[in-house]
């Protein structure tokens, strides 16, 4: 495989059998990096929060389903995006990974990253409607707020697999989202400010052996001949061709 298809991407570069423990904690969805343009897109088209999480689970590259919970908290209103680090179907802030916020506040809302896309912010108008709808779909919890519940987690895991079996993933004449993402990652740098979750998460995959068995496929920053820019699992990703990986798992 010549250098120039290397940074043409993406690339497939076969199955997880040579796949280092480094080589997959390069990866995006490895560090908890998310396409943030890409969430404000969903949140401002999305109907309904099925539509919305359905869109985060498409654009997100690592292994573990995005989760959403949303809060009233002293008069602002606030959606967190979660990875299931744990893979519970269960949301638990202190055992999963924020990758994001939402604020909404006298009509304004207010995007922020975290952990490794804590670079990022936005601010924007609309999608009112969604919030009221997640508010309004949790009043039967007792007030505390929506969060995706556990039923549906087996649903949005069988969705993504088929949409990363896609052309509209990987694959195309345009690169499908894989293209998409690697495009902000060029514009936009990764945060080294990973949180004590996904830590621990990293460390125990690799010391464990069972990234051999991820799916997150696909790792930016990759220059000539595949040589990761982030080694450590740092958060130094972010640019470069996209090269698939552990595609034949999908």
């Known amino acids: 495989m010549g250098s120039s298809m290397m940074v043409a991407g993406p690339v497939i570069a076969g199955c997880s059998t040579g796949v280092s423990a480094d080589d997959w904690a390069a990866t995006e969805g490895a560090i908890g990096r998310i396409n943030m343009e890409e969430v404000e897109e969903a949140f401002k088209k999305s109907q ?15 292994d573990g389903i995005v989760l959403v919970r949303a809060k009233d908290e002293e008069g ?3 959606i967190e995006g979660y990875e299931d680090l744990n893979g519970n179907d269960d949301l638990d802030p202190e055992q999963d990974d924020l990758l994001f916020t939402i604020t909404n506040e006298n009509g304004s ?8 896309n804590q670079h990022y912010r936005s601010s924007f108008g609309g999608g009112n409607f969604l919030f009221t709808y997640l508010i309004f779909s949790s009043l039967g919890r007792g007030g505390y707020g929506y969060y995706t519940p ?7 895991e069988s969705q993504r697999t088929n949409y ?16 998409k993402n690697s495009a902000y990652y060029n514009k936009q740098r990764a945060s080294t400010g990973l949180s004590p979750a ?8 690799k010391t464990s052996g069972e990234f051999r068995t991820s799916n997150t496929g696909v790792r930016s920053g990759f220059g000539k001949f595949g040589r990761s820019a982030g080694r450590s699992g740092g958060a130094s990703g972010g640019g470069g061709a996209q090269v698939v990986i552990n595609r034949g798992r999908w």
Do not use: C, H, W
């Open 48 to 62: 309904t929060v099925e539509d919305f999480e359905k869109r985060l689970n498409e654009v997100y590259e690592g």
């Open 76 to 78: 602002k209103r606030v």
């Open 109 to 116: 809302n207010d995007l922020r990253g975290n952990g490794s």
């Open 150 to 156: 556990r039923s549906r987690v087996p649903q949005m």
């Open 164 to 179: 990363r079996n896609s052309t509209a993933y990987a694959g195309g004449a345009s690169g499908g989202q894989v293209l």
């Open 198 to 205: 996904r830590q621990s998460y990293i460390g125990t995959q």
